[in-house]
């Protein structure tokens, strides 16, 4: 493929005229193996050659070159600019695909001059336009334009989805506007947008922040109000506040509720630090039972939980080696 527009090239010195079907299957080939350098190459020629410039392909052109992660936003801006003067009257979709690419390298207010050009040429951006622009605002901390960008969606008549609420409410914890973004949360309930695990757990992550271990148990209460269940993430932060904050046999209950769930994924960093916290609290013996009990589910602690286990045992010869050597093979993971 890297010979195409070599051979391109020649076949133009010597005449050989090229099919428009020719040119579809090599753009659409060159794409979908990730050059789309080449496959822009391609479609200049096809241009040079006089062919009409068809909406389909420049779609595909520029889906495909958001989808890459070697270029730059003036790349991408210049390109989808040359279709526009080509022709090319980009839809609802096109304009989505650009402002996503923009959001993902951090160029936030690229993507807000885009929804600008969206509106000037006539299209209604949707709620999924919006809640990329949002999300652009809030990681990129420009938190006065998410909030702009939040009322203007309101006073364009679309209703905030789960999505929406998750962006901005994001975007109050991370200004350390708890009660803000615990009251957006009700309102949204209000609204009759239901709350979901993620909304739960970025509201957790502001509380562990700040150590809040009360305000983290009321949130988990709540969840289970709302028939929410705890994900990997939620057990993840929870057990981290709790072993942070001494409350350790809280930390282990977790531990083991989240083992009896079986959830993949789990981070054995967090529970080795939860076994460190053990040890070092002279609670050994149920530090051991949790490193059988995560065995028993295949999942190892880790070099630094066991180094911990044997230095608080020391010298207590009343621990049999039978038994030691026992704990060792029980937790031979494949």
Wanted: glycine content about 8%; charged content about 25%; hydrophobic content about 45%.
């Amino acid at each position: 493929m890297k010979m195409v527009p070599e051979i391109l090239l020649k076949s133009q010195a010597m005449n050989i005229r090229m099919e428009e079907s020719s040119f579809r299957i090599l753009i659409s080939a060159l794409c979908r193996i990730k050059r789309v350098a080449h496959a822009i190459e391609v479609f200049h020629r096809m241009i040079a050659d006089g062919f009409i410039v068809e909406a389909e392909i420049c779609s595909f052109l520029l889906s495909s070159l958001c989808e890459q992660t070697d270029v730059s936003s003036a790349d991408v801006i210049g390109f989808f600019g040359e279709l526009r003067k080509l022709g090319f009257v980009p839809g609802l979709i096109d304009y989505a695909n650009l402002m996503r690419f923009l959001v993902k390298g951090g160029y936030s207010n690229d993507a807000v001059d885009v929804l600008d050009q969206m509106k000037s040429d006539g299209i209604k951006p949707d709620i999924v336009c919006y809640n990329l622009v949002l999300k652009g605002a809030v990681d990129s901390r420009d938190f006065a334009l998410a909030d702009k960008v939040f009322d203007e969606l309101l006073l364009y008549g679309l209703v905030p989805d789960i999505r929406t609420y998750n962006v901005y409410i994001d975007g109050l914890c991370k200004q350390g506007k708890m009660e803000a973004g615990s009251k957006m949360v009700a309102s949204m309930q209000e609204l009759g947008c239901k709350p979901d695990v993620a909304t739960f757990n970025t509201l957790l992550a502001a509380l562990s922040k700040t150590g809040n271990m009360e305000g983290a148990r009321e949130l988990t209460r709540e969840m289970g109000r709302n028939g929410i269940g705890k994900d990997m993430q939620t057990y993840e932060m929870l057990i981290k506040l709790f072993t942070s904050r001494g409350e350790v046999l809280e930390a282990c209950g977790l531990v083991e509720e989240l083992l009896h769930k079986r959830l993949d994924g789990f981070d054995v960093g967090v529970a080795g630090n939860l076994i460190c916290r053990l040890c070092r609290s002279g609670l050994t013996d149920k530090a051991v039972e949790l490193i059988v009990h995560m065995a028993e589910r295949n999942v190892c602690p880790g070099f630094g939980a066991w180094e911990a286990v044997l230095f608080s045992w020391g010298s207590r010869l009343e621990f049999p080696e039978t038994a030691f050597m026992g704990l060792v093979d029980s937790v031979q993971i494949e």
